[in-house]
């Protein structure tokens, strides 16, 4: 009898070690995509034979998306909903950084709020994706890009920011805005 129930807990706990083991794992798994900031990607996203992503990206408005948080006029749009700074309430950057929100573990060292609207904002967090081989292996489609958290943004990643919500906002026709912050890859000479 006694044999038996060392027997049975010993299962128990085999069991139980197990099923935590594989809880943690897929814990870390989630985990492992983090947010490296714009630096991460302009190491590879810089050159004109790229397509200088990273040039356009920082002479576009997306990049002056935290900074605008302290201009006289955000000060005005602040003050008539009785915030007293824009560039650090909720409200207002939850729209205006990327990855507003998100736990601080999750964000590297080179992550720099004042970076605002920034890639991963809408290409998704590049920890996972960041690697040349895997960049390579996506664009010729031979990996799929959403496994390792590259999202190609669609309307619905824009319209999460661009909508009725923002203070300021303006009709968001996705064709006509996308060519204004567009950042296509040269087309290769063969
Ligand atoms: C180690 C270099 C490297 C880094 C770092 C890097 N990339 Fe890339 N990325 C590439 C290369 C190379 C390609 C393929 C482009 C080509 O074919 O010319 C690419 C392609 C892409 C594509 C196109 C995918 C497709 O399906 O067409 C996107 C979007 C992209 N990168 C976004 C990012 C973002 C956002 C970051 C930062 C989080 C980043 N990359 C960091 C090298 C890099
Ligand atoms: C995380 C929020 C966020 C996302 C996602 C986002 N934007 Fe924006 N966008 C902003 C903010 C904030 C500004 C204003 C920045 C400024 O004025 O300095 C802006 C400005 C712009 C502008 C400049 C013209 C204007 O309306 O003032 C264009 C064009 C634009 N975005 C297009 C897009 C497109 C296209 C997408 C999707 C592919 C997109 N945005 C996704 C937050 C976002
Ligand atoms: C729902 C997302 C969202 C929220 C919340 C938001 N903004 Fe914006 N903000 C935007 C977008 C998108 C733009 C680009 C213009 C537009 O709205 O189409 C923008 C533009 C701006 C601009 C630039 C002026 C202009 O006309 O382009 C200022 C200043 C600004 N916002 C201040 C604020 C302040 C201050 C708050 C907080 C009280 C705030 N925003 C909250 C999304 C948001
Ligand atoms: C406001 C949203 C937004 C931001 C910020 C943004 N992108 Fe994009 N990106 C897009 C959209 C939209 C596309 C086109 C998606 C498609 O073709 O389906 C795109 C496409 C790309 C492509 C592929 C181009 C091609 O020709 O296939 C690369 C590479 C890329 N982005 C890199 C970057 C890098 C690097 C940054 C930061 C420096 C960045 N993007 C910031 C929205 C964004």
Same mark, same amino acid.
């Given at each position: 009898?006694?044999?038996?129930?060392?027997?049975?807990?010993?299962?128990? /706990?085999?069991?139980?070690?197990?099923?935590?083991?594989?809880?943690?794992?897929?814990?870390?798994?989630?985990?492992?995509?983090?947010?490296?900031?714009?630096? $991460?990607? &302009?190491?590879? *996203?810089? $050159?004109?034979? %790229?397509? !200088?992503?990273? @040039?356009?990206?920082?002479?576009?408005? *997306?990049?002056?998306?935290?900074?605008?948080?302290?201009?006289?006029?955000?000060?005005?749009?602040?003050? !008539?909903?009785?915030?007293?700074?824009? #560039? $650090?309430?909720?409200?207002?950057?939850?729209?205006?950084?990327?990855?507003?929100?998100?736990?601080?573990?999750? @964000?590297?060292?080179?992550?720099?709020? %004042?970076?605002?609207?920034?890639?991963?904002?809408?290409?998704?967090?590049? %920890?996972?994706?960041?690697?040349?081989?895997?960049?390579?292996?996506? $664009?010729?489609?031979? !990996?799929?890009?959403?496994?390792?958290?590259? =999202?190609?943004?669609?309307?619905?990643?824009?319209?999460?920011?661009?909508?009725?919500? %923002?203070?300021?906002?303006?009709? /968001?026709?996705? &064709?006509?805005?996308? =060519?204004?912050? #567009? *950042?296509?890859?040269?087309?290769?000479?063969?």
């Amino acid at each position: 009898m006694l044999k038996q129930t060392s027997l049975l807990l010993a299962v128990v /706990f085999v069991t139980g070690l197990f099923c935590s083991v594989v809880a943690q794992e897929k814990e870390g798994n989630e985990k492992a995509m983090t947010y490296g900031g714009v630096a $991460t990607c &302009k190491a590879c *996203h810089m $050159t004109k034979k %790229s397509g !200088a992503q990273y @040039k356009l990206w920082k002479a576009g408005p *997306h990049a002056k998306a935290f900074a605008v948080l302290k201009s006289p006029e955000a000060m005005e749009i602040a003050k !008539a909903k009785g915030i007293e700074d824009p #560039a $650090t309430a909720d409200a207002c950057l939850k729209c205006h950084v990327t990855a507003h929100g998100v736990s601080a573990s999750l @964000k590297g060292k080179k992550f720099k709020v %004042s970076d605002g609207v920034g890639c991963e904002s809408c290409h998704g967090p590049g %920890s996972a994706y960041k690697g040349k081989k895997v960049m390579v292996a996506i $664009t010729a489609g031979e !990996a799929d890009g959403a496994k390792y958290g590259l =999202v190609m943004p669609t309307e619905e990643v824009c319209i999460a920011c661009h909508n009725e919500e %923002s203070p300021t906002y303006k009709e /968001f026709d996705f &064709k006509k805005r996308v =060519v204004e912050i #567009a *950042h296509p890859v040269p087309k290769k000479e063969s």
